[in-house]
Structure formats: C-alpha cells, structure tokens
C-alpha cells in the first residue's frame, strides 16, 4: 500500500511569488490534514478536510494560504503571495478514521527568499 | 505559556538503557495522548496512543498518562541505535475538537553503541 505522498519534496521560491504544495492521501482516506513546522517551532495544525469539505481551518495563518480538495482525493495548498515567514515543513497527513491513526507524508521543504 | 511542553533534548545514552521522554500540558481537556517517532527528512510515525489516562504496553515501547499531573511519558526498554531520532508528543481533544492535534517540540534521542 502507497503511503502518503507529497510534491515537491523542495522549493525555493523569491518573496512575493507562488507556489503550490500537493498531496496525495492513502487511498480510502476521507480525512486529510495540513501541517507546518517552522524552524526551531513545533508542528502546528493548519486544516482538515473530510473527503472534499474543509471541516475546520482554524491553523490557516492568513488569506494568503488556500487548500483544496478536489473531488475528496488530493489536496493542494497554495501560499500566494508567499513571505519569508512562510518558509518551514508543510506536512500533510491522512487517516480512516481517528486522527490518532493519522499516517504522514515526507513533508514538503519551503524555503522563501 | 505553550498548551504543551517537551525538553528538545538532545538526549544521549548509551545501548541498551531505558529511556525516559516526557511532556506536559496545561490543557485538561486534551483525552487523546500520541507519541511519534520522526527520522531524520521523514514524516512522523504514529508510535501508539492512549485515550485518557493509563498505560500502554508495546514491545520495548511503553506510554503513560498522568491527567492529574498533565504529565505523559513514553519509555524505550533496550534501547537501540535505530532508536535514535526525534520523538514527539502530541494531544488532542477537547474544545480544539478530537481531530485537531497539538504537538510538542520533540526531544531530539541519541543512542550510542
């Protein structure tokens, strides 16, 4: 079984520009969540689709951060335009049911210059 | 004040020894307890959790929750070089809702051979 996977693993981007991370969740998971981990900081919650609704984005940063997902199958979050501050891991997870069982992908590196 | 707090370590010990990683939290009403072990350019990995307070019993792997103290543990019998990495604790429940999980900063473990 394909676990989950995210694209790209690096990007590094000029401040003022965008750019937009994927994921793609374990197959059969109606959950999805978005995660960040700024450096030096502990990874925070940004938000967690159920199948293709946002079910609570309350770790969205500001309205420059905008996550889909597409027919409830992958998910993408575009940082538009992005800032220094946005630099970090974003790391999206997927689970069955409980989020205690969430399951990880490789995190996407951000760096903005 | 930090909803949780973890030592970053690192935390060095040699082959074989027991090892001790904790965290507190000032949230009461968190009911669900994680561990994650994290590699190096990895994701985290789902070690075990725990609902509520207790222990919790895998292989060399043994969690605890104190509620009363907000204090949890996580401790590594025989530990092993492969066991070094970061480990994370995290939580959730509560008004932030059981799908919303709040991590700690992770203590960095070296096991030396």
């Known amino acids: 079984e394909a676990g989950v996977t995210q694209f790209p693993s690096h990007s590094v981007i000029e401040k003022g520009q965008t750019v937009t991370l994927r994921c793609d969740p374990i197959?059969?998971?109606?959950?999805l969540y978005w995660y960040r981990r700024v450096m030096g900081k502990e990874i925070k919650f940004l938000l967690h689709?159920?199948?293709?609704?946002?079910?609570?984005e309350s770790g969205m940063p500001n309205n420059r951060f905008l996550a889909e997902r597409t027919g409830g199958t992958y998910s993408t979050l575009k940082v538009q335009p992005a800032e220094l501050e946005d630099s970090g891991v974003y790391f999206c997870?997927?689970?069955?049911?409980?989020?205690?069982?969430?399951?990880f992908g490789p995190g996407t590196r951000l760096l903005v210059l | 004040q930090k909803e949780v707090e973890q030592d970053p370590g690192p935390l060095s010990v040699p082959e074989g020894a027991i090892v001790s990683l904790n965290c507190t939290y000032s949230?009461?009403?968190?009911?669900?307890f994680m561990w994650y072990r994290q590699y190096s350019r990895k994701g985290p990995e789902l070690l075990m959790y725990?609902?509520?307070?207790g222990n919790k019993e895998d292989g060399r792997f043994t969690a605890q929750v104190d509620k009363s103290s907000k204090y949890i543990s996580l401790f590594i019998r025989d530990s092993q070089p492969s066991d070094s990495a970061t480990y994370l604790c995290?939580?959730?429940?509560?008004?932030?809702?059981?799908?919303?999980?709040?991590f700690g900063i992770g203590t960095k473990l070296q096991v030396i051979p």
């Open positions: 997870a997927s689970s069955q049911g409980l989020v205690q069982t969430q399951y």
């Open positions: 197959s059969g998971h109606d959950n």
């Open positions: 689709f159920v199948k293709e609704s946002k079910q609570d």
């Open positions: 949230n009461s009403a968190f009911q669900y």
């Open positions: 725990t609902y509520s307070s």
């Open positions: 995290a939580m959730s429940g509560g008004s932030g809702g059981y799908q919303k999980v709040t």
